[in-house]
């Protein structure tokens, strides 16, 4: 197990491009299976979550190649079994549940893991196939799903605006017999980018991005290349370490309209941040100012954001609020932060912080993917050493990031624990 060494105070100067997105990648390369020809992918990130999802996708008979930023996959010999051993390290595993029902009429899928930050039930996603004719039964931890005779167009109405469900099921109906209607859909631009690449397969999906969609299902889909979007949580992560280090970064590739709810938080903090031909400009126009933040479903302010708006809120002139209304377990990160000479005070869902002039270096331990991106946000700014430990949650979400740092003149270095 590795940890990050990171030496403090260094206001981080020049480029950084932006990678593919993780969380567009992975329910586009679970919609492989729904796809009976080679298909080709482009702006892939290296991460320890994309080689498990090609792992599953080789065990259920979609085989894969990858090298440099390019995947491709072929399904051949499908089977329906997702096993334990690499489901319970990745709740997108569970993404493979409609495209199975879909093609193969059966699936049987462990039930998910991932970070550790709340529940995150899949009941949303079940209730929804049982409208499209499919049952379910639990046995010794395996969600074991039939539609003997294919998955049947419904209207979908979910409770909650839902990514991982509306992903799920939107990839069952694109193969559905007849019209699935999804209402108070995830409006997500991950949602967006994957109906496009089903529509690039042949699907015939409208309303991506708004709260409706419409499926009219297909009777197969054909292979094609596709492009991943770039990371709106990486590019934000960057616009905070611009910020939090009173540097000046040039995100290149950065997706600036998907982060608008992002940007505007940080310009209200006195970051000044600019969209121009060769990239998004960020540095620090003024001191930092509190701000109050609460999480939404997309177009609000991401949860994925929370933790690293947080570490500049450590080192912002004032008080700061933030509310949490997505997950109910998501601030481990703070008891780390204050170790690192931040002030917040926690009351259920609602963090406040109260600045402080300088944050100085400890060993913090990392609890989930964007805690660790928040920890080492604050570790760039702090003075002195700081230790991250059990940094392989950030290696399921930031492609090479002590590199790109490091590129940008922060002193950090990588070490086995």
């Not at 600036?256 to 600019?274: C, P, Q, S, Y």
């Not at 930092?288 to 302010?301: Q, S």
């Amino acid at each position: 197990m590795d940890k990050l060494i990171i030496q403090g105070g260094v206001p981080l100067n020049g480029r950084i491009r932006v990678s593919g997105s993780k969380n567009a990648a992975l329910p586009i390369l679970m919609a492989s299976i729904l796809v009976d020809e080679p298909i080709t992918f482009t702006n892939v990130p290296r991460l320890r979550d994309i080689f498990t999802t090609l792992k599953l996708l080789n065990i259920l008979g979609c085989v894969s190649t990858f090298e440099d930023d390019c995947v491709r996959v072929e399904s051949c010999d499908l089977k329906h079994e997702a096993p334990y051993e690499l489901v319970k390290t990745m709740r997108a595993s569970v993404l493979c549940l409609g495209p199975l029902l879909a093609r193969l009429g059966r699936a049987k899928v462990s039930l998910p893991g991932g970070c550790a930050i709340g529940a995150r039930p899949v009941d949303m996603h079940l209730t929804a196939f049982e409208r499209m004719g499919a049952t379910f039964d639990l046995d010794s931890g395996n969600i074991m799903g039939t539609c003997e005779h294919g998955l049947t167009g419904a209207h979908i109405q979910f409770p909650f605006p839902t990514v991982g469900g509306t992903e799920n099921v939107l990839m069952g109906a694109a193969l559905a017999r007849g019209e699935t209607i999804l209402e108070n859909a995830a409006r997500e631009p991950e949602i967006t980018d994957l109906a496009n690449f089903l529509n690039a397969c042949g699907a015939r999906i409208t309303g991506q991005g708004t709260s409706i969609i419409r499926v009219q299902g297909v009777d197969r889909l054909t292979g094609c290349a596709y492009r991943i979007m770039p990371d709106r949580i990486e590019a934000g992560t960057y616009l905070a370490a611009a910020a939090i280090t009173d540097g000046e970064l040039v995100l290149e590739d950065c997706p600036f309209h998907e982060l608008d709810a992002v940007v505007t938080k940080m310009r209200e903090m006195g970051v000044w941040i600019n969209e121009r031909e060769d990239g998004v400009v960020a540095r620090r126009g003024t001191e930092l100012v509190g701000v109050d933040v609460m999480t939404m479903p997309f177009p609000g302010f991401p949860t994925d954001m929370q933790a690293q708006i947080m570490a500049l809120m450590t080192m912002a002139r004032g008080s700061s609020v933030i509310e949490e209304t997505i997950f109910e377990n998501r601030f481990m990160h703070v008891q780390e932060l204050v170790r690192l000479g931040a002030k917040i005070r926690l009351s259920g869902r609602t963090a406040m912080v109260r600045g402080v002039e300088s944050l100085k270096g400890a060993p913090v331990m990392a609890s989930d993917l964007r805690a660790s991106a928040s920890l080492v946000v604050a570790a760039l700014a702090a003075r002195g050493e700081t230790e991250v430990l059990r940094i392989y949650h950030l290696d399921r979400g930031y492609e090479g990031i002590e590199k790109k740092l490091t590129n940008v003149g922060a002193r950090i270095r990588r070490v086995p624990e």
